[in-house]
């Protein structure tokens, strides 16, 4: 499956130290048109985010950050459900539709996950990074940053491209067990944008939590919505039989 049709939320940070100069991950310059095309499509608002959610559970009086928030509709989601949530994004104009939508309800942060991230330690009982982590070609920075802001028995709960499916992105495919870059063109409204994601294998991105003093690593592989069965039933059939994200629940020791 192609990314045109599978983009992720808006990323808290560019790919790399040059995404600023050479316009690779840049948000800025498409964020209204990807909220247009991505609010209500089928792997975003009837999968991803559905399993995010389900992920958490009961958010209610959790204080929760949510890293890559973009145009805040997860942030909104967990507000909803009780938690008092604080999001992070790199993209200005991400943050100000945020702000559109979820007034004064969530404080929101410009923030470069390349850079510690600007709380205490312990200030939150949950973190969601919810497909933003393959930005990154090192995990272990931000990883620790996270580990650092959670209270301990706190919970982070991640998603990211999966693997196989990054693996077989291209021709000829790559090594499977090294961390490689792959570039590709997003198209809204007309307009092409370079993108620029990492893949790792499996091993190293589980070898990522434990090393950052995350434990009881879960794995899972979510089916979507079933309300998308009607709504959308060749996205459906792709989403419920094909690898496309994998998602991740960690905590902190206690």
């Known amino acids: 499956?192609?990314?045109?049709?599978?983009?992720?939320?808006?990323?808290?940070?560019?790919?790399?130290?040059?995404?600023?100069?050479?316009?690779?991950n840049d948000y800025d310059r498409f964020a209204e048109a990807y909220v247009r095309e991505n609010e209500d499509n089928p792997v975003n608002a009837y999968y991803a985010r559905p399993a995010m959610l389900a992920l958490a559970g009961d958010v209610t009086g959790h204080r929760v950050l949510d890293v890559g928030c973009g145009a805040g509709p997860l942030s909104a989601a967990l507000r909803d459900r009780g938690a008092t949530v604080t999001g992070v994004d790199a993209s200005?104009?991400?943050?100000?539709l945020a702000r559109k939508r979820l007034g004064d309800d969530v404080a929101l942060h410009r923030a470069d996950l390349r850079e510690p991230l600007p709380f205490e330690d312990g200030t939150f009982d949950d973190v969601v990074a919810s497909l933003v982590l393959h930005?990154?070609?090192?995990?272990?920075?931000?990883?620790?940053?996270?580990?650092?802001?959670l209270a301990p028995g706190g919970?982070?709960?991640?998603?990211?491209?999966?693997?196989?499916?990054?693996y077989t992105f291209q021709e000829p495919r790559p090594d499977y067990f090294a961390t490689t870059s792959y570039t590709f063109d997003w198209n809204f409204e007309g307009e092409s944008h370079p993108m620029r994601f990492w893949r790792k294998p499996l091993h190293a991105m589980t070898d990522a939590f434990t090393t950052a003093?995350?434990?009881?690593?879960?794995?899972?592989?979510?089916?979507?919505?079933?309300?998308?069965?009607?709504?959308?039933?060749?996205?459906?059939?792709d989403l419920s039989t094909r690898p496309t994200f994998l998602f991740f629940g960690a905590e902190t020791p206690s």
Do not use: C, K
């Open 1 to 24: 499956m192609g990314h045109a049709t599978e983009n992720p939320e808006s990323p808290a940070l560019p790919a790399d130290a040059d995404a600023h100069t050479d316009g690779v």
């Open 155 to 166: 919970r982070l709960f991640a998603s990211v491209d999966h693997p196989f499916v990054a």
């Open 92 to 96: 200005a104009r991400m943050l100000a």
């Open 213 to 237: 003093g995350f434990h009881r690593v879960l794995i899972s592989e979510p089916q979507p919505d079933p309300a998308a069965r009607d709504l959308f039933p060749d996205a459906f059939r």
């Open 135 to 149: 930005y990154l070609e090192d995990w272990g920075p931000v990883l620790t940053e996270i580990r650092r802001v």
